[in-house]
């Protein structure tokens, strides 16, 4: 079985650009969620999409935005990309309804902003 | 503010001893209880998971102990092999109106000795 899978795995932009970047969560997976691991910082929650809707949002300017297609893939979108941007975003899924709530993890996409 | 907090950023341990990763937590509305292991280069995998309700969850090598009284859960790995060597996270879920919030501490880093 085919696992979370991210692209690109990395992607370099400069200051004020916008970047987008792409999951595809495990089958039969309808809730997908995105982090944001900085230097430092740990993993921090950004958002939360469950059957094309979003569901929870962490502590993060409106430039974070995102959605899920109808085949349960996501995109996140960073507009006006800043420096303090630059890490790695993970892409977690999960089966709604698991009461371990385990959430499986991509590769995820190390972006650099410069 | 963080909620989960894992205050020691490194542990290493000889191969065949005890390791015991520590988290503590401010929240006392959290649900569950996760623990992920994280590769360089990879995603996060998850390891194992405790309820609120329980205060002991094993699986194989691994034991979660969760104090509730303490605000404390520790990982304990036994016996500790080399491949066990990660950054290991703990993580917190408070379920709030339909939608849960993941938060995660910041991660310690083991490293096995052969």
């Known amino acids: 079985e085919a696992g979370v899978t991210q692209s690109p795995t990395h992607l370099i932009k400069t200051r004020g650009q916008q970047a987008t970047l792409r999951c595809s969560p495990i089958?039969?997976?309808?809730?997908v969620y995105w982090y944001q691991q900085a230097l430092g910082l740990g993993l921090q929650f950004l958002l939360w999409?469950?059957?094309?809707?979003?569901?929870n949002r962490g502590n993060f300017p409106p430039r974070f935005s995102g959605r899920q297609f109808p085949n349960y893939s996501s995109e996140l979108n960073v507009n006006a990309l800043e420096l303090e941007d630059s890490a790695l975003y993970l892409c977690?899924?999960?089966?709604?309804?698991?009461?371990?709530?385990?959430?499986?993890f991509g590769p995820g996409t190390r972006l650099t902003v410069t | 503010d963080q909620q989960v907090k894992q205050n020691s950023p490194s542990l290493s341990v000889q191969e065949g001893r005890i390791s015991i990763l520590n988290c503590d937590y401010t929240?006392?509305?959290?649900?569950?209880f996760l623990w992920y292991k994280k590769y360089p280069a990879e995603g996060p995998t998850f390891l194992i998971s405790?309820?609120?309700?329980?205060d002991k969850n094993e699986d194989g090598r691994f034991t979660v102990f969760l104090n509730k009284s303490a605000k404390h859960l520790s990982l304990h790995i036994v016996p500790s092999q080399p491949g066990d060597s990660a950054v290991y996270f703990c993580?917190?879920?408070?379920?709030?109106?339909?939608?849960?919030?993941?938060?995660f501490g910041k991660g310690t880093k083991l490293t096995v000795n052969p």
């Open positions: 977690a899924s999960s089966l709604v309804g698991n009461p371990t709530y385990e959430q499986y």
């Open positions: 089958s039969g997976h309808t809730s």
């Open positions: 999409y469950d059957e094309g809707e979003e569901r």
């Open positions: 929240n006392s509305m959290f649900d569950y």
């Open positions: 405790i309820s609120s309700i329980k």
């Open positions: 993580a917190g879920i408070i379920f709030q109106g339909g939608s849960e919030k993941l938060v």
